[in-house]
Structure formats: structure tokens, C-alpha cells
């Protein structure tokens, strides 16, 4: 096994890795509909329907009942070039997919349906894997996931909640860490829709690409730096 050693210098700019979270109906969907470029959305939920009429969105629904097998074949075509067509591709959304996974999961094991513990650590491995390979193909990566309110306890003792991407405890921290930007998406008081990409105590949010700290829908894929 060789090593190679590159300058900092060398390093290209590379494409966006973003994870988009928000309650249900908050329009995570609807903002793929306004990314630059051609974009692919692998649907898991089912809500595609908001993106009716975009000429520059084509949609790739993942079975359901079958996910894992489902995913696999998905990877197979972008691999073998079906990749090239596309600026961007969208997982809407991670949170479904990490229930339908576990689903699958339940219904071949042997516990009434209900995953075994050990499904959940195939689960944690095979879902990171996923993210690490819609990387490996230098096209901005969209994540959609749902959001929950975790209860924190600072080391001072303080106790508080704040919002972040429904995912199983264990896996969130591993996927935000794959991912340049963590928006939350949000709903100003005048009713325009927007992302939040600077963290606060009370909403996990970052943004390694560049400076904004907030964004609006159609910005969401800002220039590298």
C-alpha cells in the first residue's frame, strides 16, 4: 500500500455535503425544487408531489418494504454513469429510511416484527457507508431529515432542548460529521422560509463551506471556499 502525500495548495474545491432538517411539511422537499442544476431525488417518503412541473428534477423512488436492496441497485446505476446526468442528488428523506431499514430489519428477524439490537448497529454501519459513497461521487449531496427536540444537560448542570436531525442517537453525531453544512430550516414571523446554518444552544446547525450564517431556500448551495 502506497502513500501519498499532497500540499495544501493541491486540494481542489470540492463539491457540497448538506443535511436539511425540519418538521414534516416545512418544505425540505419543496427547497430541492430550487437547487442550481439537474438534480436526482432518491424519494423514500413520498412527498415528491410538491415538485410536480420541475423540468430540472427527476426522481428515483426507493422501495419501501425492500430499502437495503433498493439503495444497492440505486448505487449500481449512478455508478455505471447515470451519475453524470446530475448536479446534485437528493435522499429524501434520511429519517424515513433509517425506519423502513429497521422495518426490514424486524420483518426477517424473528422477534414479531420488532428489530433486534443487533439490527441496530448493522443499521448505524450501513447507513454511514451510504452517506461516505453519495460523497464518493463529487456531486452536492442533499440530505432531508426530519426534526426532534433532544434534552441536553451542559457540564454545568444547565438543562435545556434543542432541535436536531431525527436519527438514532448513536448515528446523528457520525452523519452530521460527513456532512460540510447541517441547516435547520426555519419560518420567520413574516412567513418566508430560510436556512439556519450557524448553531445555537437550542438547534444544531453548521456551516464549514463559507461564512453565511443563514440562507435563503434558493441559496442553499453556496459557493466553496
Same mark, same amino acid.
Given at each position: 500500500?502506497?502513500?501519498t502525500?499532497?500540499n495544501a495548495?493541491?486540494?481542489?474545491k470540492l ?13 425540505k422537499t419543496?427547497?430541492l425544487?430550487?437547487?442550481?442544476g439537474k438534480?436526482? &431525488?432518491l ?6 408531489g410538491?415538485?410536480? @412541473?420541475?423540468?430540472n428534477?427527476d ?8 430499502p437495503l ?11 455505471? @454513469?447515470?451519475?453524470d ?10 429519517s424515513?429510511l ?7 430489519y424486524?420483518a426477517?428477524?424473528?422477534?414479531d @416484527? &420488532?428489530?433486534?439490537i443487533?439490527d441496530y448497529?448493522k443499521?448505524?454501519?450501513?447507513i454511514?457507508?451510504? &452517506? ?12 432531508t431529515?426530519?426534526e426532534?427536540l433532544?434534552?441536553?444537560t451542559?457540564?454545568? @448542570? ?10 438514532q442517537?448513536?448515528?446523528?453525531d ?6 460540510? &453544512?447541517v441547516?435547520?430550516?426555519?419560518i420567520?414571523?413574516?412567513g418566508?422560509?430560510?436556512?439556519r446554518?450557524?448553531?445555537?444552544k ?12 443563514k440562507?435563503?431556500?434558493?441559496e ?6
Amino acid at each position: 500500500m502506497s502513500v501519498t502525500v499532497k500540499n495544501a495548495t493541491e486540494i481542489i474545491k470540492l463539491k457540497n455535503t448538506v443535511l436539511v432538517y425540519a418538521k414534516p411539511g416545512a418544505g425540505k422537499t419543496t427547497s430541492l425544487g430550487m437547487l442550481p442544476g439537474k438534480t436526482l &431525488v432518491l424519494d423514500v417518503d413520498r412527498t415528491t408531489g410538491v415538485l410536480k @412541473g420541475k423540468k430540472n428534477i427527476d426522481i428515483i423512488e426507493v422501495d419501501n418494504l425492500k430499502p437495503l436492496e433498493s439503495m444497492s441497485e440505486i448505487i449500481k446505476e449512478l455508478k455505471k @454513469g447515470l451519475i453524470d446526468r446530475y448536479d446534485n442528488v437528493a435522499l429524501d428523506n434520511l429519517s424515513e429510511l433509517e425506519r423502513c431499514i429497521l422495518a426490514e430489519y424486524g420483518a426477517n428477524g424473528k422477534n414479531d @416484527g &420488532v428489530p433486534a439490537i443487533g439490527d441496530y448497529q448493522k443499521y448505524q454501519f450501513k447507513i454511514a457507508n451510504l &452517506v461516505r459513497i453519495l460523497k464518493g461521487f463529487n456531486k452536492n449531496i442533499v440530505l432531508t431529515a426530519w426534526e426532534v427536540l433532544e434534552a441536553v444537560t451542559s457540564p454545568t @448542570g444547565e438543562q435545556y432542548t434543542r432541535f436536531i436531525p431525527k436519527l438514532q442517537n448513536k448515528i446523528v453525531d457520525n452523519i452530521c460529521g460527513l456532512c460540510d &453544512v447541517v441547516a435547520h430550516l426555519e419560518i420567520t414571523a413574516e412567513g418566508e422560509r430560510g436556512f439556519r446554518l450557524d448553531g445555537t444552544k437550542n438547534v444544531y446547525a453548521k456551516n464549514q463551506r463559507d461564512n453565511r450564517k443563514k440562507c435563503k431556500i434558493n441559496e442553499l448551495i453556496g459557493e466553496n471556499k
